[in-house]
């Protein structure tokens, strides 16, 4: 017996794909918000957790509604973080260069976040 296909299964694909493109450019400005309160000297574990957390959505969920390169750098500076984050002390140059390719990523992030390679 064939297998009924749910009607309305699309349409609501499409629609979460849309909320998921539409809030791509509000999750870029969090990431710069938290980029540019960050001090590399003395690194606020709470904004360290925000960062973590919101890289962690992205790597979660992007590929799922099509943005997969978006979620595969997501999830690399995830995992870096996750790096640092297990180090009692991390030298403020590490950091530098941690925020380095977060940077670079909201940059690429903001211009085209569906697009299928990153520099």
């Known amino acids: 017996m064939a297998t009924l296909i749910d009607q309305d299964f699309f349409a609501r694909l499409n629609a979460l794909n849309d909320k998921f493109a539409s ?4 999750t870029m400005a969090r990431l710069h918000d938290a980029r540019m309160r960050f001090d590399v000297a003395a690194p606020d574990n709470g904004l360290v957790g925000e960062l973590h957390q919101i890289l962690h959505t992205i ?3 992007a590929a ?3 943005f997969r390169v978006l979620g595969q750098q997501a999830r690399q500076l ?8 297990a180090f009692d002390a991390v030298a403020p140059q590490d950091w530098e260069n941690w925020m380095a390719g977060l940077d670079e990523y909201v940059a690429w992030a903001e211009m085209n976040p569906k697009a299928d390679q990153y520099p």
């Open 64 to 66: 799922t509604f099509g």
């Open 59 to 61: 790597a979660g969920s």
């Open 78 to 85: 995830e995992q870096r973080l996750r790096v640092l984050m």
């Open 23 to 26: 809030s791509v450019p509000s």
